[in-house]
Structures are given as structure tokens and as C-alpha cells.
């Protein structure tokens, strides 16, 4: 079946450094990609939507530019999260959409200290 | 833009019972209505989806309902299972296939006591 790939599991970065995290279609194109951001015991709240070669699209209240989105081919897509503080601390989730649905990752712990 | 509401944020049963989470929309374009599994830390599980144009659906245990006129929707379980417990999450889109965005409910804690 489809897989979305997504690196790394976790991580523990410093206050103002950044981070970058990927998510990549392993045996089909993804020509649209979710990000989610899920805090502790709550929701899957979309950040943005990416298409390949175009800008990605941001939610109301997500920062572009703290948050950059890149999704220069069909099967890579990837989340920076610039000068990241400790309220960034949060599970990253990507999403490919195909044609039957769609196919999350395996989500990115970040802790930010 | 879509507003999911899920309802109840918690449920407990016992093994065996039936577990019911219900959703309400507020698109009226949202036509795609799929159910997650999601334990922790673990990524979501799609369990059951519905389309606009039907009414019902089921899964061996699992059945989801449609309102569209009502707007909600509503998961069922029956037979509930130790291993069922988990977080679950509605959510909706709108027409236009999987290029559009999944809007999440605020999700479900069932727990299925043994």
C-alpha cells in the first residue's frame, strides 16, 4: 500500500535553531501535501496545504514565514521550523492526498529546550 | 471555512457495550466524512469513510451514519474490544477529491474496560 515516509521520528532542538522535517511519498506522487500541528490530547490542526512547484497555502494564524514549506517534487515535501521556541514543542504530521484518500506519516515529535 | 464538532470528548464503556461518537458540520458543500483511529503518538488510522451520497455504512463492527440535512454524522461501534480503546477523530471535506483539505473534530478518549 502507499507510504508517506516522514524523518525524523523525533527530535530535541535548542531555543532559536531550526528544523527541518520531511515527508516523502514512497511508491506513488504526491501532488498535494497536508501539515499538521497536534498538541497533547488535542486535535490534528492543518497548518498548511502544498502543492508541487507552487507556494504552499497557510492556514489563518500560521506564520509563512516561522513555518516554511517546501514541496519541490512529486514525492518530498518539507517543514522548517525556523527559530523555533519552546511553544513550537509539538507532534508534526504530514498528509499526501491521492486518489483514494489520503496517507499520513508517522509524525515528528518536537521538543524545543 | 468547515467547523467540525465531535462529541463526547470522553467515553467509557464496557466490553462488549456499544460506543457511539457523533459529529456535526458546518459546510454545506462537505461531502467526504472519513473516522480515525489514532493511539498515541502513533499516526491516524482511517477505520471507516462515508460520501454524501449514502446514508450508511458498515464495516463488521464499525458502522458510520449520515444527516446531511441535519449535518452530522455519527460512528458506531458495537462489541467494543479492549484493543479499541484510543483516541478517535471525525472529520470532513469538501467536494473536489483528495487535493482538498481534511478538517478534524476535537476528537473522542474511548476507553473499553475490561
Known amino acids: 500500500g502507499a507510504v508517506v515516509s516522514q524523518h525524523p521520528s523525533w527530535v530535541i532542538c535548542k531555543s532559536g535553531t531550526s528544523v527541518k522535517i520531511e515527508c516523502r511519498s514512497l511508491d506513488f506522487q504526491a501532488t498535494t501535501m497536508f501539515w499538521y500541528r497536534q498538541f497533547p490530547k488535542q486535535s490534528l490542526m492543518l497548518m498548511a496545504t502544498s502543492n508541487e512547484g507552487s507556494k504552499a497555502t497557510y492556514e489563518q494564524g500560521v506564520e509563512k514565514d516561522k513555518f516554511l514549506i517546501n514541496h519541490a517534487s512529486l514525492t518530498l515535501s518539507t517543514l522548517t521550523v525556523t527559530s523555533a521556541h519552546p511553544e513550537d514543542s509539538s507532534f508534526y504530521i504530514c498528509?499526501?492526498?491521492?486518489?483514494?484518500?489520503?496517507?499520513f506519516g508517522s509524525g515528528t515529535r518536537l521538543t524545543v529546550v | 471555512g468547515e467547523n467540525v464538532e465531535q462529541h463526547p470528548s470522553t467515553l467509557s464503556v464496557q466490553e462488549g457495550d456499544s460506543a457511539v461518537i457523533k459529529c456535526t458540520y458546518s459546510?454545506?458543500?462537505?461531502?467526504?466524512f472519513p473516522w480515525y483511529k489514532q493511539e498515541l503518538g502513533k499516526r491516524p488510522q482511517l477505520i471507516i469513510d462515508?460520501?454524501?451520497?449514502?446514508g450508511e455504512k458498515k464495516d463488521q463492527r464499525i458502522a458510520v451514519t449520515l444527516n446531511k440535512t441535519a449535518k452530522h454524522f455519527s460512528l458506531h461501534i458495537t462489541e467494543t474490544q479492549p484493543e479499541d480503546s484510543a483516541v478517535y477523530f471525525c472529520?470532513?471535506?469538501?467536494?473536489?477529491?483528495?487535493?482538498?483539505?481534511?478538517?478534524f473534530g476535537t476528537g473522542t478518549l474511548l476507553a473499553v474496560q475490561p
Open positions: 462515508i460520501r454524501s451520497n449514502v
Open positions: 472529520a470532513a471535506r469538501r467536494g473536489g477529491g483528495a487535493t482538498n483539505k481534511l478538517i
Open positions: 498528509s499526501a492526498s491521492r486518489e483514494t484518500g489520503y496517507t
Open positions: 459546510d454545506s458543500a462537505s461531502n467526504y
